[in-house]
């Protein structure tokens, strides 16, 4: 065999010297030479035969005179044409180009995949591919950027930068910003360090997405201030991904304006309005907030509904109870409050104001202090002698209207439960319902909106019935620009306990647009830089190649065919490296999806960031096997709320979807001691709440415990650490996000949003690291009693070590918690315990880590607004705080019959 491939070498070779004319002879000369011979007869069959690979040699040789002749006569009748299709027909047949082309025609494929990837293909987050360089204090919290929890955050000194070294294909950051930054600069660079772009943030908007200049390799996020970043996102697109739901900043003169005093308050008391207010000629204004999550919660609900601009947030103090205006002036400023609005008024120069009733809805004191200083705020807008430094920057303004909401009337403002064509046949109600429901801390309580859209115009001062202030009213909004953007269809409630509305008529087909709700809306993926490239590459290396073969002819007479070679070989390698970089970009998979709000689900842990120096850390154990964890909840067949309540047997239980708790009350007579074990099921963290001793939230106010979960209606409430009560406890406390103390005198347990704990021993710095971490509930009592499944040493010589009643919580695992009171004082009942003691009970139910709570006379546990432990010394002590777990309608109310006292019989506490 390597004989005969020698053979056609030789063959090919003699045939090439041929036709180039290098031997010198005239093509047309009589055969009768040897070498003309060679050329037009045998040798020369062979030779053609090689080339277009037809039949085994023993054919070739065959049919080596049919093709002698054939050929002859072809090269008499043009020697020139000859020569092409030679030199043509050598390139075609080879096997390296004829894979080059079937490469390029699979590329070309490939492009028309592209572009329907570009039209409707999902946004990629590249996040995860970037490096991000923090300053070195903060280099443990880089998760914070990407936890997908607003709360938590990094917090940047004058001076100090955030830097992102980005991915392959990244077009656009996305920053969520804790607070509207002051003064903070966003630069681009190239892959030298080079700035190629700087701009600066808004001073208004709380997510941000900056489109990258071409060629930028890194970016940078720097301030002359202070500031601080909640979230961080590299994607692979110019524009934001729906999913992050960036809007813009509000405009002057919309024609509406919602001023209300909480996050929530827009859904629960205006839900009517909404549909209304979501173009960009209406606002929405918020005094206070909740938490940075709120925040977000708001913009979201709004962007459902079509909104693309962001709410006006203020930073007044969050008091969602019903504290009077005269107790809320002692924390709040009126003039501060009066002068706030009047600054928004003048900027923004808003038409008609709409807001709170004079008379507070559920008598909350801040919808009454709102109703006020916006009326207050309305008519010293007008007057050039007020707020002087909002008038100097914007002058005055004069306000046409304010209506405020009133609970009851005879004009509605419309049928809300009409189906709304705009919103695919939906009603306002279901979409103030869906709208409430965004809001994660308040799911909790199940609530069903229940807006009456009641109205009557207040300013200017004058009497206006109801009726005209209504028809008035609604003609304003009517005349709205209605939804900015095609809102998200929202999903009617599903139906309560508590009363609904009347039944939403069924929309008409035309009326109905199949939406889905979990599905997100893809911003296009644009063919970027490398798709060019590999195109224009093969593109050139396809014209190389046609035009070396085209200048064939002239380098073959010219004896220069080595050109030809060599230009068609580096035709097809920049064809191949053009049709390579296509294909590489082409096939690259997205590394992380977009997220869409995640959906109630069973925990699975998560572990935490390391914290500098911490004393004590969790170590997360594996889940429990899923099909156990989910059977601690409701059946299918369950009613919504299954309550056991077996007071003879120590027998206590509630379940519902996302909360189960088993209490199990033990006695013993050797010692005596009795001690209640409650074991906590969780599948949201909105299933727990920080219950305080008063309306006020100053964590100073004391009141019976049974009383305090009857007024949250907790399904279970236990004692906390004594908040600000004591003055000894010099230890961090946050509830609820607020920070109440930042001592680190005392250790630390932390409740974090991922369902786990964590702990401190006392004066561990690393403590303080929970407040930018987002955590919204801490407690400073101590002593720990379980550390990574390990007993503490020498808890008996604590403070609070000998006997005593005992409270305490531990965790199994992320969503499994245990909760433990132990009675005590009552020598013919209950000692109480030690410590120690008390630790092992945490240890024999499966904690990995435990805490010890107040205790003593504080220690009491209540289920379903009654208390099941009993007294120490038969009575229990007022507390300004509780952990609280659960709402529930069927607790009763602060004002209903008591079932159990907690009492013991008078000689159970004689010593003889």
């Known amino acids: 065999m390597h004989g005969k491939r020698t053979k056609t070498l030789n063959t090919i070779i003699d045939f090439q010297s041929a036709v ?31 080339i277009i690979h037809s039949g085994s040699y023993s054919k070739r040789a065959a049919m080596s005179d049919v093709t002698s002749a054939a050929f002859s006569a072809f090269r008499r009748s043009s ?35 592209s572009a329907t990837r570009a039209e409707g293909g999902e946004p990629v987050n590249l996040t995860g591919e970037c490096t991000i360089t923090l300053p070195e204090r903060s280099a443990s919290f880089e998760e914070r950027l990407t936890d997908a929890r607003f709360n938590s955050r990094i917090s940047f000194q004058p001076g100090e930068a955030l830097d992102v070294k980005l991915a392959d294909g990244a077009k656009g950051l996305y920053v969520a910003w804790y607070t509207a930054p002051e003064a903070a600069q966003v630069e681009f660079l190239d892959a030298k360090g080079t700035t190629l772009s700087s701009m600066s943030a808004s001073t208004d908007l709380l997510n941000e997405y900056f489109a990258l200049p071409q060629g930028a390799a890194s970016a940078r996020i720097s301030g002359e201030k202070a500031f601080a970043v909640s979230e961080l996102g590299v994607y692979n697109t110019e524009t934001p991904p729906e999913a992050l739901c960036v809007v813009q900043a509000q405009s002057a003169q919309p024609k509406a304006m919602l001023i209300v005093a909480m996050t929530a308050d827009e859904s629960y008391y205006f839900g ?35 909104s693309r601009t ?21 924390y709040v400023d009126k003039g501060d409050v009066t002068n706030w609005l009047i600054q928004i008024i ?8 709409i807001t709170h009733a004079s008379v507070a809805e559920d008598n909350i004191g801040m919808h009454q202090l709102t109703s006020t200083h916006v009326l207050l705020a309305a008519d010293q807008a007008a007057d050039d002698g007020k707020e002087y430094v909002s008038e100097r920057a914007y002058g005055v303004w004069q306000v046409r209207a304010v209506y405020q909401h009133v609970e009851s009337g005879a004009s509605p403002l419309y049928d809300t439960s009409a ?4 919103y695919g046949g939906e009603s306002a109600i279901s979409l103030a319902q869906a709208a409430y429901e965004n809001y994660s801390s308040l799911r909790v309580t199940h609530y069903t909106v229940s807006d009456t859209p009641y109205f009557v115009q207040t300013y200017p001062m004058g009497e206006q019935p109801q009726q005209q202030s209504t028809s008035e009213l609604f003609a304003l909004l009517s005349a709205l620009q209605g939804p900015a953007a095609a809102p998200d269809a929202a999903a009617t409630p599903a139906p309560s306990d508590t009363p609904a509305q009347e039944e939403t008529p069924q929309p008409t087909a035309e009326q109905m647009q199949p939406v889905d709700d979990s599905a997100e809306v893809a911003a296009p993926v644009a063919i970027g830089f490398m798709h060019y490239l590999g195109g224009g590459l093969a593109l050139l290396g396809v014209i190389v190649v046609i035009a070396s073969l085209a200048g064939g002819k002239r380098r073959a007479e010219s004896g220069k065919r080595g050109l030809t070679i060599a230009g068609t070989i580096f035709g097809i390698l920049l064809l191949l490296g053009g049709a390579g970089l296509l294909y590489r970009e082409l096939i690259k998979e997205p590394a992380v999806a977009t997220t869409p709000i995640p959906a109630a689900a069973t925990p699975a842990p998560t572990e935490e960031p390391p914290l500098p120096t911490p004393t004590a850390m969790l170590s997360v154990p594996e889940p429990a096997d899923e099909s156990e964890f989910a059977s601690h909840f409701r059946k299918e067949s369950d009613p919504a709320e299954v309550v056991v309540f077996d007071e003879t047997n120590g027998i206590y239980e509630y379940r519902n979807d996302t909360l189960a708790i088993e209490i199990r009350r033990t006695e013993q007579t050797s010692p005596m001691l009795a001690y209640y074990i409650a074991h906590i099921y969780m599948r949201e963290i909105d299933s727990y709440r920080s219950g305080f001793g008063s309306e006020r939230l100053n964590g100073r106010d004391t009141e019976d ?33 607020r920070i109440f103390r930042s001592q680190t005198q005392v250790s630390l347990m932390a409740l974090t949003e991922d369902l786990s704990m964590r702990i401190y021993n006392k004066k561990d710095a690393a403590m303080l690291n929970e407040i930018e971490a987002g955590t919204q509930d801490t407690f400073a009592f101590g002593p720990p009693l379980i550390l990574d499944g390990v007993l503490c040493d020498n808890v008996d010589q604590d403070r609070v070590g000998r006997i005593n009643p005992r409270a305490g919580l531990g965790l199994v695992e992320p969503g499994h918690y245990v909760a433990i009171v132990a009675d005590g004082r009552l020598p013919h009942y209950s000692h109480g315990m030690m410590l120690s003691d008390f630790a092992k009970l945490f240890q024999q139910e499966g904690c990995v880590i435990a805490y010890n709570l107040d205790g003593g006379a504080s220690a009491t ?40 006292q907690g009492l013991v019989p008078q000689d159970w506490r004689k010593g003889d």
């Open 20 to 50: 180039s004319g290098a031997d010198g002879r005239d093509y047309d000369q009589p055969a009768g030479n040897g070498r003309q011979t060679g050329f037009a007869g045998d040798t020369c069959g062979q030779s053609n035969a090689a």
């Open 79 to 113: 020697k020139h044409q000859g020569v092409r299709y030679m030199a043509f027909h050598s390139v075609y047949g080879s096997k390296l180009f004829r894979s080059a082309v079937a490469f390029f025609l699979l590329c070309a494929m490939l492009v028309p995949a």
């Open 272 to 306: 009517s309005l909404l549909p209304y207010l979501s173009g960009d000629d209406a606002s929405l204004v918020f005094l206070s907030c909740e938490s940075r999550q709120a925040q977000q919660e708001a913009i979201r609900a709004r962007y459902a509904l079509g």
């Open 310 to 330: 962001q709410p006006i947030f203020g930073s007044f103090p969050y008091y969602p109870s019903a504290i009077d205006q005269r107790r809320l002036y002692s």
């Open 346 to 353: 003048r900027r923004y120069q808003p038409d008609t104001l």
């Open 419 to 422: 189906p709304l064509p705009a």
């Open 705 to 737: 415990a049974c009383v305090m979960a009857r007024r949250y209606r907790a399904v279970l409430g236990m004692t906390g650490d004594n908040l600000l009560h004591s003055d000894y406890n010099r230890g961090m406390m946050l509830r609820d996000g």
């Open 861 to 900: 546990l209540v289920f379903m607004g009654e208390y099941i432990n009993k007294r120490a010394e038969n009575h229990y002590r007022s507390v300004p705080d509780q952990l609280l777990w659960g709402y529930s309608e069927l607790v009763p109310g602060v004002d209903d019959p008591y079932m159990l």
